[in-house]
């Protein structure tokens, strides 16, 4: 799943899922909240669009242009970093030697959700991305 996807779903779903259910319940704060401000650190205008779209699809919450307005902030934040390269090859129909050598990036992207006034961290979740198996922040590929 994308990250910001992922992100997301999880915040948007997280009000109403741990509400009444079997986790420790959420600030009144964050429960309460009706205004956002999407802050997109992560380097990846994709990432901001993405949160955008999915706010505003939920309904949950009205976006703000401004952090003063807003009840609640989502500050996204990435780190990337390359983990190893991996090299393929084979020989062409002429005998020449083709390869080509990949880097296997890797990150995290994180969605801290934080109260404006009190700069208190409310609720935080992340995704793992990259490597050979997990996908990139975008969901296509390396993000760099």
């Not at 706010?55 to 500050?75: E, H, I, N, P």
Request: hydrophobic share 35%; net charge positive; proline share 5%.
């Amino acid at each position: 799943m994308k990250a910001a996807t992922f992100c997301l779903l999880a915040f948007s779903l997280c009000v109403p899922a741990f509400a009444g259910g079997k986790h420790a319940p959420l600030p009144e704060k964050l429960v309460s909240a009706k205004t956002v401000f999407i802050d997109n650190r992560t380097g990846y205008a994709e990432i901001g669009d993405k949160a955008y779209q999915q706010v505003t699809k939920s309904g949950q919450f009205q976006v703000v242009t401004s952090s003063t307005r807003a009840d609640v902030v989502f500050l996204f934040t990435a780190s990337t970093f390359t983990g190893s390269y991996t090299t393929d090859g084979r020989i062409d129909d002429n005998g020449r030697i083709q390869s080509e050598t990949v880097a296997q990036n890797s990150g995290q992207t994180v969605l801290t959700v934080i109260d404006p006034n009190s700069s208190q961290v409310l609720w935080a979740d992340s995704k793992v991305w990259g490597g050979r198996r997990r996908p990139s922040p975008l969901g296509h590929g390396s993000p760099g």
